[in-house]
């Protein structure tokens, strides 16, 4: 970096100075320079985080806001945590990277052994990788290559079932069993032909469908499984909640009868737990919630919370034993990723279930949640405000341009963006999916931050939904 924008170099006098410059050229290479992920960079006005504390970030202008969107969702036990740092610092001392492919690390086994230990029963295996997407990529290969390789084998099993407006990842694999259209459609000459399942549950005025009810998705889903009987490698699904839908919660029973029914049809079941483990919706992971156990876990986001890129595809014994062989044999998964099980990403894994167990995080989440559901509560009310869904420490809240005949905005009028713009003013970084503001803050956040939180998210909205583009007298930077 040029010394011109060194605050350390710059004499005394100049130091003001050389800020102003240094965040003014920050700015502009910003957006010359950085491509951001599902960014609008025509549009893009820069906010530059440079520091972390607890829940807390620090732009460079030294502003404070609460992580309302735990950094994308993966932020479980704050920024700097003592004991996360210290962690990382150790094993710096150690090593910072050696490969997994046919070779190993003591933090890399050690965090593959805890990791089974908390996860749901008869996942005893751990694949390594370096994101979410990455995670189900793995997957979806193993459950693929399982029915080649099986005991009896079912070269058949080619094809996968998913849950209309899933989201799995941006990879190619994972957005052919996405169903989120604005990130799909383009790309769908790219990528393979899920067999689709409508997600069942309440109204969802974004999409403009009535969702199906309960036992009419289950009944649907055994219809698919029987239709295609034998060609059906696994069923892929978000369990609980489907985050990127727009804070989607299934109803109670669901997770557990989609369990059931493939394991009446012998079919693969894979859970993406990468939103919704760590705590998120509760407890450690999601699918304890309905006492599911699937033959395929995909962990990412939280799994060091929020401090590394990490993903871990924990998988059953049987599924396994179908890749032993002899070399002769070729049954091995010819599949990885560079920095799989990267020691200092395991090792503040590792460190993260330590805070867990010694911090009790699962037993402090009860009045969090509670207060988050008071709030929404008290929001779903507001005028515009058309649906309100919660899970655990994430809630998402639907804005609407008519409450009554349950109209959205128009799209255009990016009314959810303009909220969590708008909140930034009153102390909080939050992101929305299309016109549903998100709440999903650390899992570490207090019940004064929280409330802080809650009223900084509802100015938010006050300030998006205050005007309407249809009211001239009214002015309204929308129109
Ligand atoms: C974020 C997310 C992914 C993708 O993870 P990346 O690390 O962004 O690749 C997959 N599934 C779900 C449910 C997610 O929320």
Not at 154 to 181: N, S, W
Not at 307 to 322: E, F, H, N, Q, S
Request: one cysteine or more.
């Amino acid at each position: 970096m040029p010394t011109s924008l060194s605050r350390d170099t710059a004499p005394q006098e100049r130091f003001d100075l050389a800020a102003i410059h240094r965040d003014e050229m920050l700015h502009a290479w910003d957006q010359r320079h950085v491509w951001h992920a599902f960014t609008q960079m025509q549009e893009y006005d820069p906010l530059l985080i440079e520091q972390g504390e607890g829940c807390w970030l620090i732009d460079t202008e030294g502003r404070r806001y609460l992580d309302g969107s735990a950094s994308m969702w993966c932020n479980v036990h704050g920024h700097r945590h003592p004991r996360l740092d210290a962690a990382l610092t150790k094993q710096l001392a150690q090593v910072a990277h050696t490969t997994n492919l046919g070779l190993s690390n003591p933090t890399t086994v050690e965090f593959a052994r805890r990791l089974v230990e908390v996860a749901p029963p008869g996942l005893e295996k751990v694949f390594f990788s370096g994101d979410g997407s990455s995670a189900i990529e793995a997957a979806l290969k193993m459950a693929f290559q399982f029915w080649r390789q099986a005991a009896s084998p079912q070269p058949d099993r080619t094809r996968f079932i998913a849950i209309g407006e899933a989201y799995h990842g941006d990879t190619l694999g994972a957005i052919g069993v996405g169903g989120v259209d604005r990130f799909t459609a383009l790309f769908a000459p790219l990528t393979f032909d899920a067999i689709r399942l409508p997600s069942p549950g309440g109204p969802c005025p974004r999409t403009g469908r009535q969702p199906p009810s309960l036992d009419e998705s289950l009944a649907a889903l055994d219809r698919l499984l029987t239709e295609h009987a034998g060609t059906v490698a696994a069923v892929i699904m978000e369990p609980l909640v489907q985050m990127a839908a727009g804070i989607y919660v299934h109803p109670p029973g669901f997770l557990r009868d989609v369990r059931d029914l493939t394991a009446k049809h012998d079919v693969l079941l894979i859970l993406d737990e990468v939103a919704t483990g760590f705590g998120r919706t509760g407890t450690m992971f999601a699918c304890e919630q309905e006492n599911v156990s699937p033959d395929f876990l995909c962990l990412a986001k939280g799994l060091t919370a929020g401090y590394l890129p990490m993903a871990a595809t924990l998988a059953t014994a049987r599924v396994w034993d179908a890749f032993l062989g002899t070399h002769a044999e070729q049954r091995a998964f010819f599949h990885g990723h560079t920095y799989g099980g990267n020691p200092l990403a395991a090792a503040v894994g590792i460190a993260s279930l330590d805070i867990f167990r010694d911090e009790r995080v699962l037993e402090s989440l009860p009045p969090k949640i509670a207060c988050l559901q008071r709030f929404v509560g008290r929001l779903a009310s507001h005028e515009h405000v058309g649906a309100v869904r919660q899970c655990g420490l994430v809630t998402g809240i639907e804005l609407v341009a008519d409450k009554a005949a349950g109209r959205p905005f128009p799209w255009q009028e990016k009314r959810g963006t303009q909220a969590c713009l708008a909140a930034r003013k009153y102390g909080a970084i939050l992101r929305q999916l299309g016109d549903v503001v998100v709440i999903m803050p650390p899992l570490s956040i207090t019940l004064d931050e929280l409330d802080q939180l809650c009223s900084a998210t509802e100015r938010g909205i006050q300030d998006a939904t205050a005007c309407t583009a249809d009211h001239s007298s009214t002015p309204c930077h929308f129109s």
